[in-house]
């Protein structure tokens, strides 16, 4: 397995991630290379929790121009989880 705290980058602390919490689901930015069974195992391993569910989203980076040159955004993936029922994951 590789490293976890290479898989999840950052938990996302957005309104409709708040929203979600209701639902247990939590929204982490991942690495782009990094595939749902890597993910799942990394959130297993670094909160002791157990995940049922694991979606994942990419957004592709924007074009953005300042002055001549023309550059892009990076990429980002982030990926929502799902934990099992009584499981909690404790945000600051």
Do not use: H, W
Not at 16 to 22: D, E, F, R, S
Not at 62 to 80: N, S
């Amino acid at each position: 397995m590789k490293n976890p705290y290479k898989i999840l980058k950052t938990p996302l602390q957005t309104e409709k991630g708040t929203m979600m919490l209701g639902e247990n689901k939590y929204l982490f930015r991942v690495a782009p290379g990094a595939n749902k069974l890597e993910i799942k195992k990394a959130v297993e391993a670094l909160y002791n929790v157990t995940v049922t569910k694991v979606n994942t989203q990419i957004s592709r980076g924007k074009l953005k121009r300042v002055r001549r040159e023309e550059g892009l955004t990076p990429d980002r993936k982030k990926a929502i989880v799902q934990l099992r029922q009584g499981d909690k994951i404790e945000t600051a």
